[in-house]
């Protein structure tokens, strides 16, 4: 038998050589594992748990933002939300992750005020990448706010009035509880893959052996020109290695654990392997193709939307086409990341929408202060230097913006850098300013940096097993107030984000009388948000319809030529940044005396009507 522990779940998982998977009931009844099964190339093992002090609440049930919180406590906030606010949330699963957990969903809007679809919406997900779990944070607390603040700030108030927002804070639960319960650092999903081509899938694991939670480094003596480290000289600690090439060292560096396959490496076929966010459609590549001359891309998948994860996302935005913004974060930049992913956007983008971006781009880092801001082929790869765009194919920003014609930012949260200040007066922030953060702020004393502890290694023989943290300072923010920080930065932008989507709304009725006893009922409507109620690149795809003005009579009034159509075309209204078009008019010639109602329909603008009373 082959055993191995999903955390989470609190049940081990046996593959057995008559092809089935069992999972044992969970006695906090969460939804056990999809029967899947066995495969003969996968390794054998058994991953532990570990319990991580940043899991931990504050206080149990009060919701803070210097946790992380597991995928049972993501679940408990939003059922309590949705028990709180009856008026304004509606939590539901939005389909099943690859091991059969629920990825859960929540919908904030006034439902007073009209139904989620009828008003401009924005979608808000997190945690897509495994171990980028510092954005399920903010997710929740981009949710928290809007619900806490109802009723209470008037801005935030009209914002739930008039727009709906869909807050997924745990993209991939299965990755990411991984993750959060085991030394794992994976990137994506559970599924297993052969990363180091020898047949045989997730068999070279991360190892702990020093049992102090995490899989680090180890480094080990060899002899002068053996190696390709040194002990860096700026550090008298001698704690940092500094690499300098092959056979000019005297130290190799290496990855805690075992070479579990005997091939000279450590650690290079862990648990998973695919990107799931290579996997959208736009411009998917496969990982290998047959030529030599083509694209490929790592991690893309099978196919496009091989993924149920991203599946789920893709089918639900396309099933809500009335949604105009989107932000779906990583980490560990930091920057507001956004498209093309495969071409510069002055070469693929419509100038118009371009100017929306930039205006963002530029906002977002007035308030978060990220160093970085612009799109992911060429902004991001340049952003230290250089003067050539790198493709990503099959990423989100490409296909929200080309194919969903949205506003769509991935933007990466948590970078340390933006932490670390010249401590030691050197002139310079590096790390041998982190390993004073380390040894003399003590809310991050001992956390950043385990010292090297000399390690009996069974394969190497006498190494020594330290250095950085790889889940909670690598990756994402410590636990406490530098987490706290991080989310409060984003959640800004996001905010931001909210705050700038379109909205139809009515500034003025009139009923004209007419010298042959008709009336003329016109209804004047202004797109009153900062975006246009649809891109350029919204109209190109069809993504969204032209909008819709209509007319409906009450007793007593008919139209005054029957060959009058009651719905006229209303086209698209444009944003702040345009003028033209943003505001409109429509009339219709009545004849008798009662009320005429007036709709006007946007796919992203929303539903607006009014009831007018012709005398």
Do not use: C
Not at 61 to 75: A, T
Not at 243 to 255: H, T
Not at 491 to 520: C, H, I, M, R, Y
Request: net charge negative; charged share 25%; no cysteine.
């Amino acid at each position: 038998m082959v055993k191995r522990w999903f955390p989470g779940l609190l049940a081990t998982i046996v593959l057995s050589q008559a092809g089935i998977v069992s999972a044992a009931a969970s006695p906090v009844g969460q939804v056990p594992f999809l029967k899947r099964p066995f495969i003969p190339a996968q390794a054998s093992f058994e991953v532990k748990q570990y319990a991580y002090p940043e899991t931990k609440p504050i206080q149990a049930g009060k919701f803070d933002i210097q946790h992380y919180p597991l995928y049972d406590e993501v679940l408990y906030w939003l059922e309590t939300w949705a028990k709180q606010y009856p008026d304004l949330v509606e939590l539901q699963s939005a389909g099943k992750s690859l091991e059969g957990r629920d990825i859960w969903q929540i919908t904030i809007t006034n439902k007073k005020t009209g139904t989620a679809t009828s008003k401009p919406a924005m979608w808000v997900g997190a945690n897509r990448h495994s171990g980028e779990v510092t954005t399920r944070v903010a997710a929740l607390h981009f949710a928290h706010e809007l619900l806490s603040k109802y009723g209470k700030d008037p801005e935030i108030t009209r914002l739930l009035d008039t727009r709906t927002f869909y807050v997924r804070p745990v993209e991939n639960p299965d990755g990411s509880e991984l993750y959060l319960n085991t030394i794992q650092t994976n990137r994506s999903t559970n599924r297993p893959v052969d990363n180091d081509g020898d047949g045989i899938m997730d068999e070279d694991i991360l190892e702990d052996l020093d049992g102090d939670g995490y899989s680090r480094q180890m480094r080990q003596y060899v002899g002068m020109g053996k190696g390709d480290y040194i002990k860096d000289p700026s550090d008298s600690s001698g704690r940092l290695m500094k690499q300098v090439g092959e056979g000019k060292g005297d130290y190799r560096v290496l990855s805690e654990g075992i070479d579990n396959d005997g091939d000279g490496k450590y650690n290079e076929d862990g648990i998973g392997g695919l990107d799931i966010h290579r996997n959208y459609p736009e411009n998917w590549r496969p990982m290998t193709e047959q030529t030599g001359m083509g694209w490929t891309q790592g991690g893309a998948g099978e196919y496009p939307l091989s993924e149920p994860e991203m599946r789920s996302v893709v089918l639900f935005l396309l099933e809500n086409p009335h949604i105009s913004v989107v932000e779906t974060m990583d980490t560990t930049v930091p920057m507001h990341l956004r498209p093309p992913s495969t071409s510069k956007s002055e070469e693929s983008m419509f100038p118009e929408d371009l100017k929306y971006y930039e205006h963002l781009d530029k906002k977002g880092q007035e308030l978060t202060g990220y160093p970085w801001a612009g799109d992911v082929y060429y902004s991001y790869h340049t952003r230290r230097g250089g003067s050539e765009g790198t493709p990503l194919f099959g990423h989100s920003p490409d296909w929200g913006y080309f194919q969903y014609g949205a506003i769509w930012y991935g933007d990466e949260l948590w970078g340390k850098q933006e932490y670390v200040k010249d401590y030691n007066k050197d002139g310079k922030t590096d790390e041998l300013d982190q390993l004073w953060m380390n040894d003399h702020i003590p809310e991050l004393k001992g956390k950043l940096f385990q010292n090297w502890i000399a390690y009996d290694h069974p394969q190497l023989g006498k190494v020594e097993i330290g250095g950085w943290n790889p889940k909670f300072w690598n990756q994402n923010a410590p636990a406490g107030s530098y987490l706290k920080q991080a989310v409060e930065k984003q959640s800004k932008f996001n905010l931001e984000l909210a705050k700038s989507l379109p909205l139809l709304v009515v500034t003025k009725t009139e009923v004209k009388k007419n010298q042959d006893g008709t009336s003329t009922v016109s209804v004047t409507v202004t797109n009153e948000g900062f975006l246009p109620d649809a891109l350029k690149q919204a109209w190109l795809v069809k993504i969204v319809r032209k909008g819709s003005a209509s007319i409906e009579l009450g007793d007593g009034l008919a139209l005054a030529d029957e060959n009058t159509d009651k719905i006229q075309d209303a086209g698209f209204f444009g944003g702040a940044l345009e003028e033209e078009e943003r505001t409109k008019t429509f009339s219709w010639t009545v004849k008798g005396k009662g009320n005429a109602e007036v709709t006007i329909r946007s796919t992203r603008g929303g539903t607006v009507n009014v009831v007018i009373p012709v005398k």
